[in-house]
């Protein structure tokens, strides 16, 4: 998978995807990831890239004009015209279900705001999906655009190693995880859970799907069939 992002900070993409299984995967050629700053597309001696809401209010709005050539610059650099997606509160909530249907996608091209917002006619005629990670408000779309290309990138085909899959985590069937117990055994006096020590199979395979529906049910019963808050 290919994954644009545009941004006016690019920096801030250097540490956070270049550890672990999202470093392995650009080193396997598995995830290609560009970084392009939209302050490269400024006309003007100044670099502007922004300017006042029209109506008045507070702050600044990034330009139509400038996003769109930046766009159409990152666009032409493969062949794939890739999904568009803009990270902002607007938008839907990220699932696990959209996580998977953009892991599908040959390339992602992922535009991150700054300031007050961009123009609305960037998300009209540009955007193809506007996605929320969560209802709150940040400074900027960087940080959920590292989210979402985190999240992704488990599920593109060869990521995690041949160990793990993400189809039997949690959430593939709807349920949070069981809670997981290591060595030693005992520890001040806080025990595992005696059925995981037990070497019984069947029981150990009853007491995690106990445990995932409990938890559920517990912290969020909204995941459980049946609750409409959906
Ligand atoms: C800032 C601001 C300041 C004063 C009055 C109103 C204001 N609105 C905003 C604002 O919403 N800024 C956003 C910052 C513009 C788009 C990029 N920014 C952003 C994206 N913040 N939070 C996100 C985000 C994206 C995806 N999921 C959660 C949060």
Redesign the pocket.
Do not use: A, N, W
């Given at each position: 998978m290919r994954v644009d992002v545009l941004t006016l900070f690019p920096d801030a993409f250097v540490g956070p995807l270049d550890v672990s299984i999202i470093k392995r995967a650009r080193a396997d050629g598995l995830l290609e990831l560009a970084i392009h700053d939209i302050r490269e597309q400024a006309t003007d001696r100044h670099r502007t890239v922004d300017d006042y809401p029209f109506g008045g209010?507070?702050?600044m709005v990034l330009r139509v004009d400038i996003l769109d050539t930046a766009l159409q610059h990152v666009r032409g650099l493969a062949g794939e015209p890739g999904l568009v997606v803009y990270?902002?509160?607007q938008?839907e909530r990220l699932t696990d279900a959209i996580v998977r249907e953009l892991a599908q996608e040959e390339r992602l091209i992922l535009v991150?705001?700054?300031?007050?917002?961009?123009d609305e006619r960037f998300v009209e005629h540009c955007v193809d999906r506007e996605?929320?990670?969560?209802d709150?408000?940040?400074?900027?779309?960087e940080l959920?655009a590292m989210v979402l290309i985190d999240a992704v990138t488990r599920h593109v085909p060869g990521a995690l190693g041949d160990a793990a899959s993400p189809e039997e985590e949690s959430f593939a069937d709807g349920l949070l995880e069981h809670p997981q117990y290591t060595r030693p055994a005992e520890y001040r006096g806080w025990a595992v859970p005696e059925t995981l020590l037990s070497g019984h199979h069947a029981k150990i395979e009853q007491w995690k799907r106990e445990q995932r529906l409990a938890r559920t049910r517990e912290r969020r019963p909204d995941l459980l069939p049946g609750d409409d808050n959906s």
């Open positions: 209010g507070q702050g990270l902002s509160p938008g991150c705001g700054r300031y007050e917002g961009v996605i929320s990670i969560g709150y408000v940040l400074t900027g779309g959920p």
